[in-house]
Every structure is written in C-alpha cells, then in structure tokens.
C-alpha cells in the first residue's frame, strides 16, 4: 500500500510542474489587464504603466512564472490586484465555505444514490424500478443551471424556505448558532446538486447489483442455505460497491469543479464565486491560484482513486 502511495506522489510532481505552466500560460493569453478597466478614459497612461511595471507584468513570461512558482514554494501566492489582500487569506476565507458545501453535497449524494439503487435493483420490473430509473433518466438530462435556478426560485424566493445567498447569518453567536445557520444556507444548493446528479451512481450501482445477482458465488451461497438477506448484503453487495470505490475520488472532484456555476446561481461566497470574480476582473495571482488548488485537487482524487481500489481489490495491490 505504502509503495502505492509513493509511487502515485512521485507521479504528480511532473504532472503538477506541467499543470503549473499551462496555467501560466493560459492566464497570460487572456486579453487585458487587472488595472485597465478599474480607471476612466481620463486616467492618465503613465499611470496605468506604472501599476503594470510595479506589479511586474512588463517582465518577459519566464521572469514572471519562475518568480510565481518560487513565491508559491515559500507558501507565497501573492497580493489580490483588485481586492488588495494576500491571495493566501482570500482563499483561506473562501475554502471552508467550498469545503463544508462539498462535502455535503457527497454525503447526500450517496445518501440519496446508493438506497435508491439498491431499491431499484432488489425490485427489477417493479413500480419502484421503473420510478428511479426514470427519475435518474430525467435529471440526468437537464442542464445543472437550469435546475439551480429552478431551485433556487421555487425554495428561496417563493415558499422563503432557505437563505438565497450568503453561508451565514451576521447575527449568529455561538458554535452551535454557527453551525445550523451554516447548515441552514448550505442545504438548498447542497439538496439542488444531490437531487440532479444521481445517475451515475444509481445505473453503476444497479447494473452492477444486477449482474452480481446472477454470479456463481452467489448462486452456490444460496445452495448452501445461508439466508437471502445475509447473501445480498455480504456477497452481491459488497462486491457490486467495487465499481462505486473506483470513482469516489473523481465524485469529489467534480463536485468542487461544479462550484464554480452552483456558488454563483446560489450566492454562496466560496471558491467558485471568487473564481469567477477574479476572471471578469483579470485578477491573474488570485486565478491562478484558485486553477492550481483546482488541478491539485483533480490529481488527489485520482491517487485517492488508487487507493481506494487497491484496498478493496488486493489484486490492485500485487499488480
């Protein structure tokens, strides 16, 4: 396991050196600049020269990527252009929001996910199978903004059940205060994600508890006499969650990567909100930094992957 681990660190060196330059890269080839567009027609030129050449944007390319890259390793990830404060605390401030929201979001996901299959499978032909499939078939199909906008109106604005932005009250005191009105404002787009994004779990899961049913151990179980219940749970279950385990870590990626449209329907002031805010507003140190903990996260959750199945499927680990 331990090798595993080192083996799949030392992949991602190269692989985050290479992300580190195309990030770089793409952030340069935008058109403008952080300083144009917070100034009138009437500010003088010199001005905005000055801003630039102090900022350290009239340096050639490799200058800049090798002073952000040794900034970044001193744990430096520069000043916001446009908010004035060090990148570090921006994203400090904005993290656990993102974080507490993903993280709730998986749970349901696989709350709502994971019964709902075994429903359906346990039940093949049935009302009940012919509901969730549909249902998965349905939602899968529409548009995540779509569904947001749709929640967002009917919940927050309509029936006033939840907050329609923010990720806590200013009046809250107290951990526990704190704790339910930052539940309070992450249900409804934690519920909006998990409610439209079951599909795939729900038709790896069914397929996979389906056929798993129709296997020779489970058939020879039941030829032994060990009950129905004991043989679903501890055989056609157990294995049918192998083909879930291998993608629990790009489940978590894609959520944080799906935060970017969901903070910005919902209000939520996380790291895809400040995404985009530093887009529209050219801020290159703040973007750059929110890309990297994004790409960073992607190739976590594909070590995690590994992990993941090499502990449940030991054959991983002797490959």
């Known amino acids: 396991m331990w090798k595993l681990i080192l083996r799949r660190f030392l992949i991602m060196i190269p692989q985050l050196l290479l992300m580190t330059v195309l990030l770089f890269a793409l952030a340069k080839m935008m058109p403008g600049d952080p300083f144009t567009g917070r100034f009138s027609a009437h500010t003088d030129i010199h001005t905005l020269l000055r801003l630039k050449r102090e900022a350290g944007l009239d340096d050639p390319w490799p200058t800049q990527y090798f002073r952000w890259i040794g900034n970044i390793l001193h744990g430096n990830f520069g000043n916001s252009y446009v908010l004035q404060k060090p990148v570090a605390t921006l994203l400090g401030q904005r993290i656990q929001n993102t974080v507490w929201l993903g993280l709730l979001t998986i749970i349901l996901i696989y709350s709502i996910g994971i019964p709902t299959a075994v429903a359906a499978a346990t039940h093949e032909g049935s009302f009940r199978d012919r509901f969730w499939t549909t249902y998965n078939s349905i939602t899968g199909g529409i548009p995540a903004f779509v569904m947001y906008i749709f929640m967002l109106f009917l919940f927050g604005f309509t029936l006033n059940w939840f907050p329609t932005t923010g990720s806590v009250n200013i009046d809250a005191n107290g951990f526990w205060s704190i704790l339910g009105s930052r539940l309070y ?5 934690a519920l909006s994600v998990a409610l439209f994004s079951t599909v795939s779990l729900f038709n790896t899961l069914r397929t996979s508890l389906l056929d798993a049913r129709s296997s020779d151990y489970v058939r020879t179980a039941k030829a032994k006499g060990v009950p129905n219940r004991q043989v679903f749970w501890r055989h056609i279950f157990r294995n049918s969650m192998l083909p879930v385990a291998s993608t629990i870590g790009f489940d978590i990626v894609g959520v944080f990567s799906g935060a970017v449209i969901l903070e910005t329907v919902f209000g939520y002031p996380g790291m895809g909100q400040l995404f985009v805010q530093s887009i529209t ?23 995690l992957n590994d992990i993941i199945m090499s502990w449940v499927d030991p054959r991983i680990r002797i490959k």
């Open 185 to 189: 404002h992450m249900i409804l787009p």
């Open 281 to 303: 507003t050219r801020d290159y140190t703040t973007m750059n930094a929110i890309m990297l903990f994004s790409g960073t996260l992607t190739l976590l959750g594909s070590m």
